[in-house]
């Protein structure tokens, strides 16, 4: 906030441009219809949508941070992360962990606001095996100890609660997801399995991807049909990513709300369309 106030109008004016140029950028680019996809699959079942997600990304592990990073670095989603996981304390979870891009922004260590543990789960046993690499990697961890903290676990959201003695209810002080609603065959039931995990004062982290919402309106109804226009290609693309679901519908509907205990704010980048989100539960 101090180096902001530094800043003259123009440098201000000149920064926002160049972000809004950034963003717009990556965003025509890495959207458009001309790049190739992989085809779908056969029927429109949850099932099979279910089992050609985990192959395509298990197809796509050992290359996936390359096919991001530019897009990740042109958006800013390295600073968001950082971020939105500076407030991960406590016992952790992290659902769809991917290839462990959020390993780097764990503070790791046995003070109040530190991360004492983390399980990080996904449905891609070669996504897991990517994150393992990172474990080895002392790029990601600074030491020995911090490696012994983490634990990789293949499963997938509707399966968790059928581990008490992994996952056991509302023992969690810090539940994860970034990127990952988008992909889930029922967003609702992962969030509420989120909720079940979170502890009385625990709190619940989200980045995601969605339809832009709250924003100036004509630049929304445009973002709003480009993301429905290439939404059918980058499901297939993406193993089932369906970029423009109603996040703030489906916190509400998931039980990330205010009847539940959570205070949550909302912070939105992107012409609206990524979302960071900060769930605080009261003790009710």
């Known amino acids: 906030m101090n180096a902001l106030r530094t800043l003259t109008p123009l440098q201000i004016a000149s920064y926002s441009t160049l972000y809004c140029a950034a963003s717009a950028s990556a965003f025509l680019f890495f959207n458009d219809d001309s790049l190739p996809s992989t085809p779908t ?3 429109g079942c949850t099932t099979h949508q279910s089992q050609h997600a985990v192959a395509s990304f298990n197809d796509i592990a050992f290359d996936y941070d390359m096919k991001v990073y530019f897009e990740e670095l042109a958006l800013g ?5 950082r971020h939105l996981l500076s407030n991960a304390k406590g016992n952790t979870v992290e659902f ?11 503070s790791f260590g046995d003070e109040p606001n530190s991360v004492r543990s983390v399980i990080m789960t996904d449905s891609s046993e ?3 095996k990517s994150t ?7 790029s990601h961890l600074n030491s020995r100890e911090d490696k012994s903290r983490i634990r990789l676990i293949s499963t997938n959201v509707v399966k968790i609660l059928e581990n008490p003695s992994i996952f056991p209810v509302a023992k969690f002080d810090t539940v994860v997801d970034t990127f990952g609603v988008c992909s889930y065959d029922d967003p609702k039931l992962a969030l509420q399995t989120m909720v ?13 991807h969605g339809k832009s919402t709250n924003f100036v309106q004509i630049v929304m109804e445009k973002v709003n049909t480009m993301l429905q226009n290439g939404l059918e290609r980058h499901i297939a693309g993406w193993g089932g990513c369906v970029w423009n679901r109603d996040i703030e519908a489906l916190l509400e509907e998931g039980g990330v709300n205010h009847e539940n ?11 609206g369309t990524t979302y960071k989100i900060v769930a605080k539960r009261r003790r009710l």
């Open 96 to 106: 769809a962990c991917g290839t462990g891009g959020n390993l780097r922004y764990y």
């Open 132 to 138: 393992a690499c990172k474990i080895n990697d002392s």
């Open 261 to 271: 205990g959570f205070d949550v704010s909302i912070s939105k980048w992107h012409f």
């Open 126 to 128: 070669n996504m897991l």
């Open 196 to 208: 079940k995990l979170c502890a009385p004062e625990g709190q619940i982290l989200l980045l995601e």
């Open 77 to 81: 989603l390295p600073l968001l992360r």
């Open 41 to 43: 699959t056969p029927c």
